[in-house]
């Protein structure tokens, strides 16, 4: 009971050394859901499929667009950019849940992903024309031998090609890579799987080209505690896709007799969203909050520092702990105190532990802000 109470703690009861300020953005106008996916195209946010807790059996195909507000110069302005939402064409596959989405140039894509039975994974994928809100079907994840279905899987994606990698099928967890290029629309198996662990449920951030993948549930691993994995790691696309470059960062909990990992006590987690704030007087920042660690879900947030490939925590998500959120960047309109632009991260969405309720709040954090209950 005590552990479910610390898990569950939101910022107003809490006395924090942490920094950083969650503010509440327009609500998010479909369903109340989790396990949704999404994507940005155009500066704007795409979020839907996913599950209504109140017709679990029934998947979302509803899709629905987010644009931020400007922010106002003024310095206690941040509270008055909610943004807006507004439906978009439905997604014209299979209602799902767990699904991945990214973006390749200006189109989005969502694919794979878990069916209305709640038990059946999928590896079809369909492209998202924003322009003329259409939508279309693409080549499934497949070879010429069979189909590679998946839930929970994460993505990268690059200006002409996307990378989709982990997952599981209920049976299997996967650590191979598969590259998805639009001007042939193949997917491709790549001859190196991921380094780490075979792994569901991580998350990933995508900065100056390369990809960075961590967190995850992984049965059995080494690296791992509890089976949350700690490993993480940064992927480079090379031009021969043969000898693609992995490189293995700093562990995220504390493995090392150095001093700069003992507090790295809960970054561990499975369905984390992650988003990135750039350009900021300190340098660029990647950030992981919410999910699930040992059955609890949890609001502990992480910066992570690209320059020196360290953590720091921040002020916990504000709003209640939960699993199956999605998170986003959005570029431009915050005032800079080094006069650069500097990008945003939204949290949106997510399903409590046993997915009986589901949220539709939107909170942008503000790392550098001073902390506010009321905001």
């Not at 703690?9 to 396990?35: H, Q």
Request: hydrophobic share 35%.
């Amino acid at each position: 009971m005590l552990l479910a109470v610390l898990f569950s703690c939101t910022k107003a009861s809490l006395n924090y050394a942490e920094n950083g300020n969650w503010v509440g953005r327009a609500t998010f106008s479909g369903i109340a859901m989790g396990a949704g996916a999404s994507f940005v195209v155009g500066n704007n946010a795409y979020v839907g499929t996913g599950i209504n807790p109140l017709t679990p059996h029934v998947k979302l195909q509803t899709m629905f667009q987010y644009t931020a507000a400007i922010i106002p110069s003024k310095a206690y302005g941040y509270d008055s950019a909610y943004g807006s939402w507004a439906q978009v064409g439905a997604f014209p596959g299979q209602g799902r849940s767990d699904a991945v989405g990214f973006t390749i140039g200006n189109t989005g894509y969502i694919g794979s992903g878990l069916a209305n039975d709640g038990a059946t994974a999928l590896a079809d994928f369909y492209a998202y024309n924003a322009g003329a809100n259409t939508w279309s079907e693409i080549d499934s994840i497949h070879n010429a031998d069979s189909s590679y279905p998946r839930f929970d899987a994460v993505a990268f994606g690059f200006d002409t090609t996307a990378y989709v990698l982990t997952g599981t099928n209920n049976l299997y967890y996967f650590a191979d890579i598969w590259r998805y290029s639009p001007t042939t629309n193949t997917w491709i198996e790549q001859s190196y799987p991921f380094p780490g662990s075979p792994r569901s449920g991580a998350t990933t951030f995508l900065y100056k080209d390369q990809g960075y993948i961590l967190t995850g549930y992984t049965p059995g691993s080494s690296t791992a505690t509890g089976n949350l994995a700690y490993d993480f790691w940064r992927f480079t696309p090379m031009s021969d896709t043969s000898t693609q470059s992995w490189y293995r960062l700093r562990d995220i909990y504390n493995t090392s007799g150095q001093a700069y990992d003992d507090s790295y006590t809960d970054i561990e987690r499975q369905n984390a969203v992650s988003f990135l704030i750039l350009g900021q007087p300190s340098g660029d920042k990647g950030y992981i909050t919410l999910g699930a660690a040992n059955g609890i879900d949890v609001t502990y947030t992480w910066e992570y520092t690209f320059s020196t490939d360290l953590w720091n925590e921040k002020t916990p998500y504000e709003s209640t702990a939960r699993t199956g959120a999605v998170g986003w960047t959005l570029t431009g309109n915050v005032p800079s105190t080094a006069g650069v632009a500097t990008t945003r991260g939204f949290v949106a969405t997510g399903l409590n532990q046993g997915s009986t309720a589901a949220f539709s709040d939107c909170e942008e954090f503000f790392p550098n802000q001073v902390y506010n209950q009321y905001d």
